[in-house]
């Protein structure tokens, strides 16, 4: 599995995206540039202990990263999208994963050229959006139970 984040701008919430890849086995991608800086100190609180034990890289820009995947189709989590997650069927060799940054998600051409494969967690409509690093755990773990149900079978 493969956690992409899109330009990032917390490092609290980067951090905790990176202690949720480690509990649920991804590898963490962050797309640059970044709103802090790698050897934030912020940044690593938030991972805790774990961060040691995390696989992730950084890249310069978004045709970069998709190069660089295994597998480059990838799941894209907006807002904005209208099929829910649970729909989506996570395949146990073809999960990525991507988020935006928290103040304006993704870019509309990115979602627009994958319409196909945009996913929403749905919530309450008093509620504008959940935290970035909710997003990311409520997604990760889903596709993570999909995995081991797949396997399981």
């Not at 103040?103 to 319409?115: E, K, T």
């Not at 929403?120 to 690093?133: D, M």
């Not at 990760?140 to 399981?152: G, K, L, M, P, S």
Request: glycine share 4%; with cysteine.
């Amino acid at each position: 599995m493969h956690v992409v984040l899109y330009e990032p701008e917390i490092p609290y919430n980067t951090g905790s995206v990176g202690r949720t890849c480690v509990a649920v086995g991804a590898k963490l991608w962050l797309v640059r540039p970044l709103g802090f800086r790698i050897d934030d100190r912020q940044l690593r609180r938030a991972g805790l202990d774990y961060w040691q034990h995390l696989q992730w890289e950084v890249v310069d820009d978004w045709d970069t990263l998709l190069r660089r995947l295994p597998e480059p189709r990838p799941w894209f989590f907006s807002k904005t999208a209208a099929t829910p997650y649970t729909d989506a069927r996570f395949e146990p060799d073809d999960v990525v994963l991507v988020f935006g940054n928290e103040s304006q998600g993704l870019p509309r051409s990115i979602l627009q050229s994958n319409a196909e494969r945009c996913l929403r967690i749905p919530i309450h409509a008093n509620a504008r959006s959940l935290n970035l690093s909710v997003s990311v755990a409520v997604a990760a773990f889903e596709a993570r139970r999909q995995q081991v149900a797949a396997t399981d079978r």
